[in-house]
C-alpha cells in the first residue's frame, strides 16, 4: 500500500472514536484512511448524552453548530428515586452551560455520527469499508494492519475498534467484565409518549433497587429516547437466556407509575448486557495506540464512553499539532513523543470516569436502608454544587499537570 496512496495514520475502526481521530488528524493537515469492518459506516442505538467536556471540542472542531441543530439542549438532569417517583436532585443545564462554556447536549447517536462522517469527507479522509482488520505487526517505526485483503502501513495505527479490539491484547490479556445489568432501549416519535405527561425538557433519571430509568427528548423534541436498565436474574446465575422482557417487567414491577408507564414503548425485540473494561494504564505500543472503547469501554452510567472517546482524538491531535508546529512537518513528525504525551494523560483520566461509573452505579442500584440513606445524601446536595462534575466536564487536560484533582472544591 505504500506509495501512492500513503498515508500518515491508519485508524481501524469507524464508530465515534475512529471517526473522531481520523476528522481531528486531518485538521491538523495530516493524510488518514479510515478501515471499518462494516459494509457501511453507520450507528445502531437510540440516544448519546455530551457533556460540556465533549461539546467544547465539537466547537473546536467547527461542529457545534450542527450538532446543536440536531440534537436538543435540555434544561436539566433530574434525578429522581424510581419507587416514589420524589426528586433527588438535578443539575441545572443552562448554569452547567454558564459555568463550562459548551453546553449539554442529548443527539442520536447515528446524528452525531453523520455529523462526524460528513466532516470526514469534506476533510478527504480515506473512508474503507467491508475491511475487518485481524492482526498487527510493527517494524522501523511503521506499523501495519492486517486483513483479508491485504495489510495497510502508516507511520501510525489507531485502534479505535471497540470494547472487542484485536489491538487490545498487544497491550493487555483482560477480556471484557460482564455486569448482570441489561439494557432495553427505546427511541420513538413523541406523538407517542404525549399522554404519559413525559418532560420533553429535561433528561430525567429514575434510580431504584437494582433498575433504573432514563427518559429524554431527542431530534429537537420530534423523538423520545428511554433506556431501561436492570440487574438480571439469570445473567446473574449464568444462565443462557438473560434479560428477557419478563425479567425487564419483574425488575421494574416495584417502580413508580411514570416509569411503569414508559415500559412498554421500549423496542421488546432486542436488548444489551452490561460490560465494561478494565483499566488498563499503557495505551501505547510502538506505533500503535488503542483509543475510544478499545483503550477504556466504561459501564454508561456517568454517560462519558463516546465522550471520551472524542476526548481522546482532540488530545492526540493537538499533542500531533504541537509537532507539527516545532517546524518537521508531517514526515519529520515526532510521533513518539506526541504517542507519549497522549498515554500520559488520557489513561490516568479515563482510569477514574471507568472506577467511577462503577461506583457510581451502585449508588444508583441501592436496595433497602442503603436506598433511603442515598435518597438522604442526594435530596441534602446543594444543587448548585458543581465538585463532583467540574473533573469530568471542565477542559480536556492535555497533560497531567492540567488534570484537576477529583472532587475539588469549586
Ligand atoms: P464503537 O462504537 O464500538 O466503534 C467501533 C467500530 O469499529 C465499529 O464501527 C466496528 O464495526 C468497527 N470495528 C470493530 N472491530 C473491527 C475490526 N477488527 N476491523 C475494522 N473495524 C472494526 N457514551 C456517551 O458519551 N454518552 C452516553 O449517553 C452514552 N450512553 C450509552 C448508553 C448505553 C446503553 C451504552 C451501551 C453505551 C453508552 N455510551 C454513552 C457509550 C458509547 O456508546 C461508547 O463508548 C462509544 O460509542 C464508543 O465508540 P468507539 O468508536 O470507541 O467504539
Known amino acids: 500500500v505504500d506509495g501512492v496512496d500513503a498515508v500518515d495514520v491508519v485508524v481501524v475502526g469507524g464508530g465515534i472514536g475512529g471517526l473522531a481521530n481520523a476528522l481531528a488528524l486531518t485538521q491538523k493537515g ?8 462494516a459494509a457501511e459506516f453507520g450507528e445502531v442505538g437510540a440516544g448519546l448524552q455530551i457533556a460540556p467536556n465533549c461539546t467544547r471540542i465539537l466547537d473546536h472542531w467547527g461542529l457545534l453548530d450542527e450538532v446543536r441543530s440536531l440534537g436538543v439542549l435540555p434544561e436539566n438532569i ?6 416514589d417517583g420524589s426528586e433527588l436532585t438535578r443539575l441545572d443545564l443552562k448554569d452547567v452551560e454558564a459555568r463550562y462554556g459548551a453546553p449539554y447536549l442529548v443527539i442520536h447517536r447515528s446524528d452525531l455520527h ?29 506499523a501495519t ?21 484485536v489491538a487490545r491484547p498487544l497491550l493487555s490479556d483482560d477480556e ?12 420513538v416519535p413523541a406523538t407517542q409518549v404525549e399522554a404519559l405527561g413525559v418532560s420533553m425538557r429535561d433528561v430525567v433519571v429514575y434510580v431504584g433497587p437494582k433498575c433504573h430509568f432514563v427518559q429524554y427528548p431527542l431530534r429537537s423534541g420530534e423523538m423520545f429516547n428511554q433506556v431501561a436498565v436492570f440487574e438480571s436474574p439469570k445473567a446473574r446465575a449464568g444462565e443462557e437466556d438473560w434479560g428477557t422482557p419478563d425479567e425487564l417487567d419483574h425488575a421494574f414491577a416495584d417502580t413508580c407509575e411514570e416509569v411503569r408507564a414508559g415500559l412498554p414503548l421500549m423496542w421488546r425485540d432486542r436488548w444489551w448486557r452490561m460490560f465494561d473494561r478494565e483499566p488498563i494504564p499503557t495505551w501505547v505500543t510502538g506505533r500503535i495506540a488503542l483509543s475510544g472503547d478499545s483503550a477504556h469501554a466504561p459501564l454508561q452510567y456517568l454517560a462519558q464512553g463516546a465522550v471520551m472517546a472524542i476526548e481522546d482524538a482532540y488530545v492526540l491531535s493537538e499533542h500531533v499539532a504541537a509537532q507539527l508546529a516545532a517546524g518537521m512537518g508531517a514526515d519529520g513528525l515526532d510521533w ?36 433511603l440513606w442515598r435518597n438522604e445524601v442526594m435530596r441534602s446536595r446543594d444543587v448548585h454544587d458543581y465538585s463532583f462534575v467540574d473533573w ?15 472532587f475539588a472544591p469549586a
Not at 78 to 83: E, T, W
Not at 146 to 164: L, M, Q, S
Not at 352 to 370: K, Q, Y
Open 78 to 83: 433530574v434525578m429522581k428515586d424510581a419507587v
Open 114 to 142: 453523520g455529523v462526524l462522517l460528513r466532516a470526514c469527507r469534506r476533510a478527504g479522509v480515506d473512508l474503507v469499508t467491508d475491511v475487518a482488520v485481524t492482526g498487527y505487526e510493527q517494524e522501523d517505526g511503521r
Open 145 to 165: 494492519a492486517i486483513h483479508a485483503g491485504g495489510r495497510e502501513t502508516a507511520p501510525v495505527v489507531i485502534a479505535a475498534d471497540g470494547i472487542h479490539s
Open 336 to 371: 513518539d513523543a506526541a504517542l507519549a504525551a497522549y498515554g500520559a494523560v488520557r489513561p490516568e483520566h479515563c482510569r477514574r470516569v471507568l472506577t467511577t461509573a462503577r461506583a457510581w452505579g451502585e449508588l444508583w442500584h441501592h436496595v433497602g436502608d442503603e436506598r
Open 30 to 37: 495530516l493524510r488518514v484512511r479510515v478501515l471499518e469492518r
Open 392 to 406: 469530568l466536564y471542565g477542559p480536556t487536560a492535555l497533560t497531567p499537570d492540567e488534570e484537576p484533582t477529583m
Open 176 to 187: 471484557p467484565v460482564s455486569s448482570s445489568y441489561v439494557a432495553y432501549r427505546g427511541a
